[in-house]
């Protein structure tokens, strides 16, 4: 896009890389994501999709109820924890691991006592190794998600009462 003439920094914008974008459409079905972004400096190519039983438009552009109410997993998931205290949402997007490695013990299991800060899973992202730790002690009452699971910005993790 130009801006009265001339590009907005000392070089035009790089072209969209169709290589680039079907990688990353590849990596949202393969892991389930809706979302995702690569940069290289000031340029970023983001990828999005709507996520399956979203709300479309209908004829006159307004969104069309749904014709039944239909019960999934991830509703379960949010109807199930999303306003309790001890939620423990997602703070990144990434692949959530249970234990410190395969076939290792996991960190907590449900019914496990825990304290404030203690390790409750791991979430890679970028091939970092990032710990999601206790907000608070209690006893874990449910885990939302499975072990090498795609994980999205504030899914449902685990519940701690």
């Given amino acids: 896009m130009k801006f009265g003439g001339r590009w907005p920094s000392s070089r035009p914008p790089l072209a969209p890389d169709a290589e680039v974008i079907r990688a990353l459409a590849g990596l949202l079905s393969e892991t389930g994501l809706t979302e995702i972004e690569y ?39 949010v109807m199930n924890g999303a306003a309790h205290p001890g939620l423990v949402a997602s703070p990144i997007v990434g692949i959530a691991y249970l234990a410190t490695q395969p076939g290792a013990a996991p960190f907590v299991r449900v019914g496990d006592v825990i304290g404030e800060g203690q390790t409750l899973l791991i979430i890679e992202a ?22 090498a699971e795609p994980v999205e910005y504030g899914a449902a993790l685990m519940l701690i009462e």
Avoid: C, Y
Wanted: hydrophobic share 35%.
């Fill in 39 to 77: 940069a290289i400096g000031d340029h970023r190519i983001r990828v999005a999709r709507k996520p399956p039983g979203s709300v479309k438009p209908g004829v006159n552009g307004h969104a069309a109820p749904p014709s039944a109410p239909v019960e999934t997993a991830e509703t379960d998931k």
């Fill in 126 to 147: 970028m091939k970092v190794m990032n710990q999601i730790r206790a907000p608070r002690a209690g006893r874990v009452s449910r885990i939302f998600v499975e072990d």
